[in-house]
């Protein structure tokens, strides 16, 4: 059974930064496609950011250049710094997973319960 748990969500302030974090478990992860997406009121999921297992990185333009996505494999714990936020960065925030990316984000990967960032 895979398992994934967000925590870092919080409130801030334009400009502020925080740290989501998703603890993984259930398998090894070192080989698997992982990112992070977000949701809106109102609005659709999008993704955010992403890594897969080569170590490749892909972003959102809309949060290029201040966010970063990194992954502790020692510790199956996926990372997303996210600096300069704006209130448009508010939304929930779901870390996922999956064997491929094309899984990644889809009904075929695997989701955490998310956790609620709120830029003011």
């Known amino acids: 059974h895979v398992q994934l748990v967000e925590s870092g969500g919080g409130s801030v302030q334009a400009g502020g930064s925080l740290r989501l974090s998703c603890a993984a478990s259930?398998?090894?992860?070192?080989?698997?496609?992982m990112g992070w997406f977000r949701q809106a009121p109102g609005k659709e999921r999008e993704g955010v950011a992403s890594l897969d297992s080569s170590g490749r990185t892909d972003y959102a333009d809309s949060v290029k250049d201040r966010f970063t996505i990194t992954k502790d494999n020692t510790k199956n714990i996926l990372y997303l710094q996210m600096n300069s936020l704006k209130p448009e960065d508010t939304a929930m925030y779901f870390c996922?997973?999956?064997?491929?990316?094309?899984?990644?984000?889809?009904?075929?990967?695997?989701w955490g319960q998310g956790t609620q960032v709120t830029v003011s």
């Open positions: 259930g398998r090894t992860y070192s080989n698997w496609c």
């Open positions: 996922a997973a999956a064997t491929s990316r094309a899984g990644l984000g889809t009904s075929s990967g695997y």
